[in-house]
C-alpha cells in the first residue's frame, strides 16, 4: 500500500482544501476538520465540524474534499460525515485563518492578532463574547470605531457591520 | 394530488411510530415556517429585513432537513429527505397550524416570529438533554444559531412596543391574532407519551407551555397582551381556538392545503427526484 494513506497526509489534505464561499481560507484555518480515519483497502472517513448548520456550501466542500482525497494514491474510497459534536464555534479559526478574513475584508472573531504566529501551528483564541457585545475593528484601516449595521448578512456565518472612521461597510464571521 | 409517503415501505421507518411523529411535528414546524419566511425575499420593508427573513428562510428548511435526517438514520438518503419533506399529502403534516398562516401584515409576521423564537429556544433546550446523543448536539449546536433570530425578534417587539402609536396599535393587533393561534404549537402527536417520543423531546409539548409562559408574560404584559395567555396547561387545552388546533393530527387550514403545499412541493411532485 502507498505511503498516502497514512493518516497524517490524508488530514494536510483536507485541511488545505479551500472554503467555497471564502477561498481565502482552508478548512484547516477554519478548523472544521474533526478526523480522518484510513481503514484496510485504502478506506478514508472524514469527519468535518460545519462552521453553521445552514451552511449551504456544504455538499460542495464534501464534494471538495471527496475528489481531493481520492486523487490521492492508495486511496479507494472516500466518504464525509458533518457532525455536530463537538459544536463548532468561531474560536477553532486558527491565527492564520484570521489573518486571511481579514485581508479578505471580512472580520474575524477574537480581535486583532497581538503577534506572528509560524505557518502550520495552531493557536486557540478565547471564545468570542456574546453577539451583543462582540466589537470588530475594522478588516480595512484598524479603526474599532464600528458598528453593526445588520444581524444578517450575505452568507448565515456572516453579518454586517460599518466602519465610521473609513466610511466602509464590511463583513464579520459571526461570534456564534 | 399523488399518493405520498405510504411510509416503511418506501422509506425504511415507520412513520406512524411516536418517535416519527415527534420528528416530524420538529420538522414540520421548521419547513412550512420557513417556506412562509421566504415570502419576504425581495419585497421585505428594509434590505436588513430582506437579509433576515431569507436567513430565517433557509435557516427553517435546514433545521427541517437536519430533523428529517434523524427520523430517517441509516435511510437518509437525499432521495428520502425530499420524500419526506415534498412526497406526503397535506394530512401527512404535524406542523402547528400557526406555522402555515399567511405571512398578513410585517407586524404579524413579526409577531409570529417572535412566538416561535422563544418555542425554539423551549423546545430544543428540552431537546439537548435527549437520550440521543447525534439528536442533542444538532440541538445544542441550533441553540448557538438562535441567538440571532432572538435579538433580532426581541429588537423588533421593543421597537414596536416603544415606537410610537401606529407600531404600538399594529403589534398589540397582532399578537391579538397570533397568540391564540400559537397555542397549537403546544399540542402533543399521537404517541407523545411513549418512550420513543418522549426520548426525542423529554416532557413533550405541554409541558413547554410553562416555561413559554414564565418567559413572556412580562412582556406581554407591558403591551397590554398577558390576558391573552391561559395561565396554565389545563387552561391552554381548552382555550386553543378550533380553527387553530389539530396540525399535529394532521388537520390543516386552506392555507396549508390549498396555499403552502401546492406550491412547495410543485417542483417535486412534476418532476420526482429532481436536483438543483
Known amino acids: 500500500m502507498s505511503r498516502t494513506t497514512d493518516v497524517r497526509a490524508i488530514r494536510e489534505t483536507v485541511a488545505a482544501v479551500p ?17 480522518v480515519q484510513v481503514a484496510d483497502g485504502g478506506r478514508v472517513h472524514v469527519e468535518l465540524l460545519p462552521t453553521y448548520s445552514g451552511c449551504p ?54 480581535g486583532p492578532l497581538s503577534d506572528a504566529v509560524e505557518p502550520g501551528t495552531r493557536r486557540t483564541l478565547p471564545i468570542a463574547p456574546a453577539a451583543s457585545d462582540s466589537p470588530r475593528p475594522c478588516p480595512y484601516c484598524g479603526s474599532s470605531a ?5 444581524l444578517y448578512g450575505p452568507t448565515p456565518c456572516r453579518d454586517l457591520r460599518f466602519c465610521t472612521a473609513c466610511q466602509q461597510p464590511f463583513e464579520a464571521f459571526r461570534p456564534a | 394530488m399523488t399518493g405520498g409517503v405510504r411510509g416503511a415501505a418506501e422509506l425504511g421507518v415507520d412513520l406512524a411510530a411516536p418517535r416519527s411523529q415527534v420528528l416530524l411535528a420538529i420538522a414540520d414546524d421548521a419547513l412550512i415556517g420557513g417556506h412562509r419566511a421566504s415570502h419576504w ?23 427541517a432537513d437536519l430533523w428529517y435526517r434523524t427520523l430517517l438514520g441509516e435511510n437518509a438518503t437525499d432521495e428520502a429527505v425530499d420524500a419526506l419533506a415534498f412526497g406526503r399529502t397535506p ?14 401584515d410585517f407586524a404579524y409576521t413579526l409577531a409570529r416570529h417572535w412566538v416561535v423564537v422563544h418555542v425554539d429556544r423551549l423546545r430544543l433546550t428540552a431537546m439537548s438533554r435527549s437520550s440521543e446523543g447525534d439528536l442533542a448536539a444538532v440541538a445544542v449546536r441550533l441553540l448557538h444559531e438562535l441567538r440571532y433570530h432572538e435579538q433580532h425578534a426581541a429588537h423588533w417587539f421593543d421597537r414596536l412596543a416603544h415606537g410610537g402609536d401606529e407600531p404600538r ?3 398589540e393587533a397582532a399578537l391579538e391574532q397570533v397568540l391564540p393561534e400559537s397555542l397549537g404549537l403546544f399540542e402533543p402527536v399521537d404517541g407523545e407519551e411513549d418512550p420513543a417520543a418522549r426520548a426525542v423531546l423529554p416532557g413533550g409539548h405541554l409541558e413547554l407551555y410553562p416555561g413559554f409562559v414564565e418567559v413572556v408574560a412580562s412582556q406581554l404584559d407591558a403591551v397590554g397582551c398577558a390576558h391573552l395567555l391561559p ?10 381556538p378550533s380553527d387553530a388546533s389539530g396540525g399535529r393530527r394532521g388537520r390543516h387550514s386552506h392555507d396549508l392545503v390549498e396555499d403552502v403545499w401546492p406550491e412547495m412541493t410543485a417542483l417535486y411532485r412534476e418532476h420526482p427526484g429532481a436536483r438543483w
Do not use: K
Open chain 1, 19 to 35: 472554503d467555497p464561499e471564502l477561498p481565502a481560507v482552508t478548512l484547516g484555518m477554519l478548523g472544521m476538520l474533526h478526523d
Open chain 1, 57 to 110: 456550501a456544504i455538499a460542495m466542500i464534501e464534494r471538495d474534499v471527496v475528489a481531493a482525497v481520492e486523487a490521492l494514491s492508495g486511496v479507494t474510497h472516500v466518504d464525509v460525515r458533518f457532525r455536530f459534536d463537538p459544536p463548532w464555534s468561531p474560536d477553532r479559526i486558527d491565527a492564520m485563518g484570521r489573518e486571511r478574513l481579514r485581508e479578505f475584508g471580512v472580520a474575524p472573531p477574537g
Open chain 1, 146 to 150: 464600528t458598528t453593526r449595521d445588520s
Open chain 2, 41 to 63: 425575499t425581495g419585497v421585505a420593508p428594509t434590505i436588513e429585513e430582506d437579509l433576515a427573513f431569507s436567513t430565517l428562510a433557509q435557516d427553517g428548511i435546514t433545521q
Open chain 2, 91 to 104: 394530512d401527512q403534516y404535524r406542523n402547528a397550524i400557526v406555522c402555515e398562516r399567511p405571512p398578513r
Open chain 2, 169 to 171: 396599535r399594529r403589534l
Open chain 2, 231 to 240: 395561565a396554565s396547561v389545563e387552561e391552554l387545552v381548552s382555550a386553543i
